[in-house]
């Protein structure tokens, strides 16, 4: 909820004013003002440009402005960074002190019980039905737009909503589908007894000394993709975090990327994708193709090789402690933390731009 009224104030931030329009100079009243040829159609205002907020320099004066007047706002980006760093530093502690002690061969020992079986028919069946959901919404938007014609919802709107439909259905297909394997679905993916208890100890440990070396790798991704000048196309969830300024958008985005997404992504990745590969592969040969699926889905060029590693992870902690508790919360906490503190950063910015311009 905080990071939606932090992007709700960056969307009412008042835009400058329009310049006033000089006086006609003299001999040139009563003349007919020359067309302008390719003049690019005006954004709505909802929408706004992914870096406009993100200045060019950083103002020294505007910064120490900024921290006077917005102690809170900086005290969170403090608290976020705090947050990350020390992260990073129990992460590295944790896999530098197994690796001296040589407990790397424990990570291969799976105690936790079978993961439960699925077919790959039931998992091509769960697909069938998403891809006719999918295929289903350009109809749904037609019939709004003949029974609503005086509301036009835009691509933005109908991404969010879209999205939070499609892994809604996700979710209660698969948990339907979990209900007639002979026990309830809460059983199928680990949530009883004491099991979810330990798959969130271990989850939390594993994703927090896997968390320095997913950062670095994609520190040095990005390196490289500086370096070579190419310039990826941005993730659709990306677009509507950066330009959508509307509450109801925006926190449909936020529901989606910090609950529903997650929720969705573990059963059908972790759940039944990963389980029914492994019924007839080994673990390591699932765990790549559920985690290189898991990435692809993103369409995130730029991050793929970092969420392909968080994806494998998730794997291995679900073959580990044989419950989705764990993997479920880690995603949850993941991307939660990574949302606040973009829009953290994103309204310190819009607030630095509107100093640094008086």
Not at 1 to 15: K, S
Not at 131 to 155: C, E, G, N, S, T
Not at 159 to 178: N, P, R, Y
Not at 180 to 208: C, L, M, Q, W
């Amino acid at each position: 909820m905080f990071v939606i009224a932090l992007h709700v104030r960056t969307a009412t931030l008042q835009p400058p004013s329009p310049a006033v329009a000089s006086p006609p100079a003299a001999g040139t009243a009563g003349r007919p003002t020359p067309a302008i040829k390719d003049r690019p159609s005006a954004q709505p205002e909802h929408i706004e440009d992914t870096l406009v907020w993100l200045p060019k320099q950083l103002d020294r004066t505007a910064i120490e402005r900024l921290a006077m007047q917005e102690p809170r706002l900086v005290g969170l980006l403090i608290v976020l960074a705090g947050t990350f760093a020390a992260i990073m530093l129990i992460g590295l502690y944790l896999s530098l002190r197994d690796l001296k002690r040589r407990r790397l061969s424990e990570l291969w020992r799976f105690t936790a019980p079978p993961l439960p079986a699925w077919s790959l028919g039931e998992l091509g069946r769960i697909i069938c039905l998403c891809v006719m959901v999918i295929a289903l919404i350009p109809f749904v938007q037609l019939a709004v737009a003949a029974y609503q014609m005086a509301w036009k919802p835009d691509r933005n709107f109908w991404i969010a909503v879209s999205m939070l439909g499609l892994d809604g259905f996700i979710i209660l297909t698969i948990l339907a589908f979990a209900n007639h394997k002979g026990r309830s679905a809460i059983e199928t993916f680990g949530f009883v007894g004491d099991r979810p208890n330990r798959s969130i100890r271990t989850s939390v440990r594993g994703y927090v000394a896997a968390f320095p070396w997913l950062v670095l790798l994609l520190v040095a991704i990005v390196e490289v993709v500086r370096l070579t000048g190419w310039k990826p196309p941005e993730e659709p969830i990306a677009q509507l975090i950066f330009q959508e300024g509307r509450p109801l958008v925006l926190a449909m985005t936020m529901v989606l990327a910090c609950v529903i997404g997650p929720i969705a992504e573990e059963l059908l990745f972790r759940g039944v994708l990963y389980a029914a590969v492994r019924k007839r592969t080994s673990w390591v040969i699932a765990m790549l193709v559920s985690g290189a699926l898991f990435a692809l889905i993103h369409t995130n060029p730029l991050g793929f090789i970092p969420i392909m590693g968080l994806g494998c992870l998730l794997a291995y902690l679900y073959e580990r402690t044989g419950s989705l508790a764990g993997p479920l919360l880690v995603h949850i906490v993941h991307n939660t933390l990574l949302m606040s503190l973009a829009m953290t950063v994103r309204q310190l910015m819009v607030q630095h731009s509107a100093l640094a311009g008086q």
